[in-house]
DNA sequence: ATTCTGACGTGGG
DNA sequence: CCCCACGCCAGAA
């Protein structure tokens, strides 16, 4: 196959995750609802999961529905995950994003 | 093969 | 708003 092998679901999750502009976040289950597996949100969290050591998977912008850094956790360090995003712009209090629903990006609309 | 867990989401109370 | 139970599917023990 080509650069792009959509044939896995991961490599599907992380076609998606690219796609998040700047700035902009989006949660694990608008990435499954897009992709048709709505309430497979986990699958997405393993995908991110299996992600690391990429770096053109910006799994930084991928949070849960109420917007909180429920992987920060899984980041190198403990605070890496909220500090990329106030590095683009986003103000994190407490492992959750603000204005959440402003910076929120979904897939089904925007994409 | 069976059981449990996990970067989640939804629905009901 | 909070809390609880269930669904979901892949991978590890």
Redesign the pocket.
């Known amino acids: 196959m080509g650069v792009s092998d959509n044939s896995g679901?991961?490599e599907k999750v992380y076609e998606v995750a690219k796609k998040i502009p700047f700035g902009r976040v989006t949660?694990?289950?608008?990435i499954?609802?897009y992709l048709g597996?709505?309430?497979?949100?986990?699958?997405?969290?393993?995908?991110?999961?299996?992600?690391?050591g990429r770096d053109d998977v910006p799994?930084?912008r991928?949070?849960?529905?109420?917007g909180?850094?429920?992987?920060?956790?899984?980041?190198s360090g403990t605070n890496l995950?909220q500090q990329l995003l106030e590095n683009e712009g986003i103000e994190v209090i407490d492992n959750e994003i603000q204005d959440f629903e402003k910076l929120f990006w979904d897939p089904m609309k925007e994409l």
């Open positions: 679901f991961f949660s694990y289950g608008a499954g609802k597996s709505t309430g497979s949100a986990r699958m997405v969290g393993w995908a991110m999961n299996a992600c690391k799994a930084h991928v949070v849960n529905r109420k909180i850094l429920t992987g920060k956790h899984h980041f995950m």
